[in-house]
């Protein structure tokens, strides 16, 4: 990629996944006179966030609102934690992984009449419910889990709206960033206030650097709690050209020279909240 960057002549290059392979090349890359944008500027700041559990200690060492977790690696580690804090609703995930993979709500601390049914998770997979019971059995029984352990994490189910939030960083600094909430099929794009009180210090206490993405929730009392950050752009970045503001034309203009160093301030200014919804399309290749 290197030798292929420089036979192309690029000033910047955002590399998106596999981050980290990048970062402990970046002097290679800095002599060659590549900006080189990973999300971070250090392969251990890139491990803490692809790690979710050091992920969320790195954030409560830094007073950031974050989800708690508690992780798990064998059964009988999760029925401890299960007899511990099962008298609220939860939810698993893996240590490392995206796209809502291995993310199951669990019937915990809800009424016998109310336990979620063992057939739905089967019929209605994108409302990612199991059963407590269908989950602990699948889990032990799983000849994947044998071979190849999955680290996983226990967690309060936060009820209130998630945010996806797109930012323009450089070295823990956030110089642009636009929110998203969604209802339904509409995502409304806007700058949230609230949101970004808990987003800026956690860019700062990551060192971020690019273009990233970060995901909030909110708790039953309204507290946003950050869940996670995506070391680069979200799928729906481009929604945010609607509200007025193209934070890829922003951060591309700065590093190439071709702008001024981008004030937060500023670019608040320039947002139109609005409200966007996706449609598919067909595109000819041939």
């Not at 200690?57 to 511990?84: N, S, Y």
Request: glycine share 6%; with cysteine; charged share 20%.
């Amino acid at each position: 990629m290197l030798e292929q960057a420089q036979q192309q002549q690029v000033k910047v290059l955002l590399t998106g996944r596999n981050s980290i392979d990048y970062e402990a090349k970046r002097d290679a890359f800095a002599a060659a006179g590549i900006r080189l944008l990973t999300g971070a500027t250090s392969v251990d700041a890139l491990a803490s966030i692809d790690d979710k559990f050091a992920f969320m200690q790195h954030c409560q060492a830094h007073d950031i609102p974050v989800a708690e977790a508690w992780r798990f690696d064998t059964l009988a580690e999760l029925e401890a934690l299960l007899d511990k804090y099962g008298d609220q609703p939860l939810c698993v995930k893996p240590v490392t992984g995206i796209f809502a993979q291995g993310f199951w709500r669990l019937d915990t601390g809800k009424a016998a009449a109310d336990l979620y049914d063992s057939f739905e998770h089967l019929y209605f997979t994108e409302e990612k419910k199991i059963s407590t019971e269908q989950f602990l059995h699948a889990y032990s029984h799983s000849q994947m889990v044998h071979e190849r352990p999955i680290p996983m994490l226990l967690m309060p189910y936060l009820s209130g709206q998630e945010y996806s939030i797109d930012v323009v960083c450089e070295y823990g600094e956030v110089l642009a960033a636009v929110t998203r909430h969604k209802t339904g099929k509409i995502q409304h794009v806007g700058y949230d206030q609230e949101v970004m009180a808990v987003v800026i210090p956690l860019i700062s206490a990551f060192g971020c650097d690019g273009i990233v993405s970060v995901q909030t929730k909110a708790d039953s009392d309204g507290q946003h709690r950050v869940l996670e950050i995506n070391s680069r752009p979200s799928g729906g970045i481009g929604y945010t050209a609607h509200s007025a503001v193209d934070l890829t034309q922003i951060g591309f203009g700065y590093w190439l020279g071709l702008s001024d160093k981008p004030k937060l301030a500023d670019v608040i200014e320039q947002i139109t909240p609005c409200q966007v919804r996706s449609l598919m399309t067909s595109v000819k290749i041939k």
